[in-house]
């Protein structure tokens, strides 16, 4: 049996099982069907947030930003920020916040697993005369090499990481000694009574309005299941910790709908 399990491995086989929201499939399974998630609601992706939030997902988005606060002078790595939302915010706050006779020798890279999400993202930036470099890659796998940042953000895009752990690991490597990490994700809403409010919109209201603006159900009923999978705040924290990262914390906003996690690279 254990030389049958290093010849499957060896030749590529996967038999490790997660979730694809509420199903169990294997990983390679989720990878390719997460991203044919995204590839259907990329175009749509910006509107269904403001749809499904009521445009609370904006102020989420700067209050992230500016608890990051990006100098002008930040070599920063935006990972699952296809349409830019992040990464646009950032450049604007690198912008903002330099001196007058600041030279900006900062620098953004958005680096996302959808090619779909990434033209959005290139699309946008044009259209509003911003410049930032876009790479695809894998949050597990990233192409670039260690020590190579002072920020790595992911916002919204670490629960749909088919191997989290993995993806944290990543994070660790190519930041910079005393980098930091950040990350803006779903979380658990802990008062029983707003849970059952919250779980009665996302699964009644969501996919119906994903039907009604993009003709897609099943996407944004995916969505909604992997933010019940993705691990409680403390849980989370703890796998922050494990990859390497020291001064670990969170904060959750909205009664916990959303949470920012933050940890740094100190050694």
Not at 185 to 191: H, I, W, Y
């Amino acid at each position: 049996m254990a030389l049958r399990r290093v010849l499957r491995s060896s030749l590529g086989f996967r038999r490790y099982s997660t979730h694809f929201g509420y199903e169990t499939v294997s990983e390679n399974e989720k990878g390719q069907r997460v991203g044919e998630v995204f590839s259907n609601v990329a175009e749509y992706y910006d509107l269904m947030n403001d749809a499904m939030s009521g445009g609370i997902h904006r102020v989420w988005k700067d209050y992230f930003v500016n608890k990051m606060s990006p100098r002008s002078d930040t070599r920063l790595l935006d990972v699952a920020g296809g349409t830019g939302d992040i990464a646009f915010r950032c450049l604007r706050h690198m912008k903002n916040s330099a001196l007058p006779d600041e030279h900006q020798s900062g620098e953004i890279i958005v680096c996302d697993i959808n090619a779909e999400m990434l033209k959005v993202g290139e699309k946008r930036a044009k259209q509003d005369g911003l410049e930032l470099k876009w790479v695809q890659g894998n949050a597990e796998e990233l192409p670039f090499p260690e020590n190579s940042f002072d920020v790595y953000s992911i916002a919204y895009g670490i629960r749909n990481v088919t191997r989290i752990q993995k993806a944290l690991e990543e994070a660790f490597r190519v930041l910079k000694v005393g980098g930091r990490f950040m990350c803006l994700e779903f979380s658990d809403v802990q008062n029983p009574i707003i849970n059952d409010v919250y779980d009665w919109y996302s699964f009644n209201i969501i996919p119906v309005t994903g039907k009604l603006l993009s003709g897609d159900w099943k996407s944004y009923q995916y969505l909604v299941e992997s933010i019940r999978q993705f691990p409680k705040a403390d849980d989370f924290k703890n796998m922050i910790e494990e990859a390497g990262f020291q001064e670990v914390h969170y904060e959750k906003l909205m009664f916990g709908v959303s949470a920012i996690h933050s940890g740094f690279k100190l050694k």
